[in-house]
C-alpha cells in the first residue's frame, strides 16, 4: 500500500511540471476550485516562470504515458476542467519517443515464449507509430501475410498502476471536500478510466473489442475492421490485419484519388450511429489517425482499445434525447432526462425544457460550419449545473467520439448538417424499437424474462436492489483512508505530511534548479 507522503511528492511534482506550463492558473481562479487545492496550486507553482497561455496539453504530455491518457479522458469533461482546458486537452498527442527494436523483439519473443523466427518472417525494426502504451511494427507473417504488430511497451503496466493509485488518492480526497467537487465525481471518473486503461494494457481485450465491433457492423456497407491474427495475439501482444489506404486526414490525397467526399462523410456518421444507437458498442478513439479510406471507397477503423458501451434503455433515451432535439420537442427531451433520473425530480419538467430550448433552438437547420453539434453540447454542459444533473461518465465518452466525428465529417464535407444525416437514421430506429410492433415484442420478451427471474429475485432481494435511472450502476470504489481519517485513527498529526510535502517540493525545486543551472 503506497503511503500518503508518496502520493503527496508525486502531485507536488506533477503540480510543478502543471505549474511550468502555466496549467494551475485556471484551477486557482475557478470558483468553485477547494480553497486547500488553491492552496497546493499556490505552493507547486512557487518560484515558476509561467507562460503567457498556458499550454495543458503540454503539460500532461511532459508528466508522462499515463497523464497522456489522463488527459484524453479530461478532454471529455469540461464540466470539470473547463471549457478552455477541454478545448487545449483535445490537441493532446499520444505520442512519445520509441522503445529501441531490441526490446520490442526480446517482449514479443518472452510472451510467446518461443522464437521470433517462429511467428514472423521479418519485422521492420522502425516503427510505424509510437504511443504512451504500446508501439505498432510493420511485420509479414510465416504465412506470407502482412500485418501490423502492436507491442505493449515493456514496464507500462507497473508505471500506469502506479500512477493511477495516486490518482484514486487525490480523487478521493478532492471529493470528500463536498460541493461543486462532490457532484462532479472526480472517483467515478478515475474509476472509469482506470477500467477504460486496464482494457487498453491487455492487448486481448483490444483485439476481442475489434472483433465484436467487426460482428455488430457486419452487413454494413462501406465500413469494417481488420481482421484479428488471435494465433499471434496475447496479453502484451496484438497481431492484426495491415490496411493500405489513404488516412481520413488527408482531404487532398482523396480528392486525388477521386473518392467523393461528401459521401465519405455520411457513410462516418452513419457508421457511429449504427454503432452507438443500434450496436451500444462504439469505437471511442475514432479521430482521424484511427481511420483509413481504401480504393473503394471502404472505411477501416484501427486501434480499439478505447471502446463505449451504452444499455438498451440508455441507448432508447438516447435515441429519443437527439430525435427530440433535431424536432424540437424538448418537453419530450426533458422528460426523458427525468424519466432516466439523470435529472433530480425536485426539479420542474418544463423549467428544464425552456433551457434545452435556450440551448438546442439557435442549433437547428444550420451547417455545422455555422454551429455544431458540440457546441450544443458544450452548452447542455452548462445547465447541469443549475439542475443539480450528475455526471454520466457513459455519456460523455459517447459525447467526446460524436465531436470526433463531427470534426471529421466536416473536414471532409464543410456544408453537412448533422442533423439531417442523424434525423431519418434516428426516426428509422425509434420507429422500429419503440413502435407499437417493437412495443408488443418487447413486453412479452420482458415479462416472460422477469417470470423466469422470480425464484432467483427472490433470494437476492434483501442483498440487493435493482441499479436505478439510465446510467449504468458505477463501478465498485477503492477504499481509501483519508488524511484527517489517518490521523483521528492514529492520534498523529498533520506534521508528516507537511514534512513529506515540504521535503518533496525541495527536492523537485532542487531538481528543476540544477536542470537551470546545467
Known amino acids: 500500500m503506497t503511503r500518503p507522503s508518496t502520493h503527496i511528492f508525486r502531485l507536488l511534482r506533477w503540480g510543478r511540471i502543471l505549474a511550468r506550463h502555466g496549467a494551475l492558473r485556471g484551477i486557482e481562479r475557478d470558483p468553485n476550485t477547494p480553497p486547500p487545492v488553491k492552496r497546493l496550486c499556490r505552493i507547486a507553482r512557487f518560484g515558476t516562470i509561467q507562460p503567457a497561455e498556458p499550454d495543458y496539453a503540454g503539460a500532461f504530455q511532459a508528466i ?10 479530461l478532454a471529455t469533461r469540461p464540466d470539470l476542467v473547463g471549457e478552455e482546458a477541454a478545448k487545449n486537452l483535445l490537441s493532446l ?54 500485418v501490423a504488430i502492436k507491442v505493449l511497451r515493456p514496464g507500462i503496466r507497473e508505471r500506469f498502476e502506479r500512477d493511477i493509485a495516486t490518482y484514486e488518492w487525490a480523487a478521493a480526497h478532492l471529493e470528500a471536500m463536498g460541493g461543486e467537487a462532490q457532484r462532479l465525481r472526480p472517483r467515478l471518473t478515475i474509476a472509469n478510466f482506470k477500467r477504460w486503461t486496464n482494457r487498453e494494457l491487455d492487448l486481448r481485450r483490444e483485439a476481442a473489442s475489434a472483433s ?69 458498442f462504439f469505437h471511442a478513439d475514432m479521430h482521424q489517425g484511427n481511420l483509413f479510406v481504401q480504393k473503394d471507397g471502404t472505411i477501416v477503423a484501427i486501434d480499439f482499445g478505447i471502446m463505449g458501451r451504452i444499455d438498451r434503455r440508455a441507448r432508447q433515451w438516447l435515441a429519443e434525447i437527439l430525435y427530440g432535439l433535431t424536432t424540437g420537442n424538448y418537453k419530450r427531451v426533458a422528460e426523458i432526462h427525468f424519466e432516466a433520473q439523470y435529472v433530480p425530480s425536485y426539479h420542474s419538467v ?46 460523455l465518452l459517447l459525447q467526446k467520439t460524436m465531436v470526433m466525428v463531427e470534426g471529421i465529417a466536416t473536414q471532409l464535407h464543410p456544408q453537412i448538417n448533422m442533423w439531417d444525416v442523424s434525423a431519418p437514421y434516428v426516426r428509422s430506429w425509434i420507429r422500429d424499437e419503440l413502435g407499437p410492433e417493437a412495443a408488443i415484442a418487447d413486453r412479452l420478451r420482458t415479462d416472460f424474462d422477469t417470470l423466469m427471474r422470480i425464484p ?63
Open 212 to 280: 465484436e465491433l467487426a460482428q455488430g457492423m457486419r452487413g454494413i456497407e462501406g465500413y469494417r475492421i481488420p481482421e484479428i491474427d488471435w494465433g499471434r495475439t496475447n496479453g502484451r501482444v496484438m497481431t492484426i490485419e495491415w490496411i493500405d489506404g489513404i488516412k481520413i486526414s488527408r482531404v487532398d490525397d482523396l480528392i486525388a484519388a477521386g473518392h467523393d467526399l461528401p459521401d465519405l462523410a455520411k457513410r462516418l456518421v452513419l457508421a457511429f450511429l449504427t454503432q452507438a444507437i443500434s450496436a451500444g
Open 64 to 73: 508522462g504515458p499515463a497523464a497522456i491518457k489522463l488527459g484524453q479522458t
Open 350 to 395: 418544463d423549467e428544464f425544457a425552456t433551457a434545452l430550448r435556450a440551448v438546442g433552438e439557435p442549433m437547428r437547420g444550420k451547417p455545422v460550419s455555422e454551429l455544431s453539434v458540440g457546441q450544443m453540447l458544450d452548452g447542455l454542459f452548462a445547465i447541469t449545473r443549475d439542475f443539480d444533473m450528475q455526471t454520466q461518465p457513459h455519456l
Open 456 to 518: 432467483d429475485l427472490v433470494r437476492r432481494i434483501e442483498d440487493r436492489f435493482p441499479a436505478k435511472g439510465g446510467a449504468p450502476e458505477p463501478p465498485p470504489l477503492p477504499e481509501i483512508e483519508l488524511v484527517w481519517e489517518r490521523r483521528q485513527r492514529t492520534g498523529r498529526g498533520w506534521l508528516g505530511y507537511v514534512a513529506a510535502a515540504a521535503v518533496g517540493g525541495a527536492a523537485v525545486w532542487g531538481a528543476t534548479l540544477a536542470g537551470w543551472l546545467g
Open 93 to 146: 498527442q499520444d505520442s512519445l519517443p520509441p522503445v529501441p527494436y531490441e526490446q520490442i523483439e526480446a517482449a514479443i519473443a518472452a510472451s510467446f515464449e518461443k522464437p521470433i523466427d517462429a511467428l514472423f518472417s521479418e519485422i521492420d525494426p522502425v516503427p510505424v507509430g509510437a504511443a504512451s502504451i504500446a508501439q505498432v511494427h510493420r511485420g509479414v507473417t510465416t504465412e506470407g501475410k502482412t
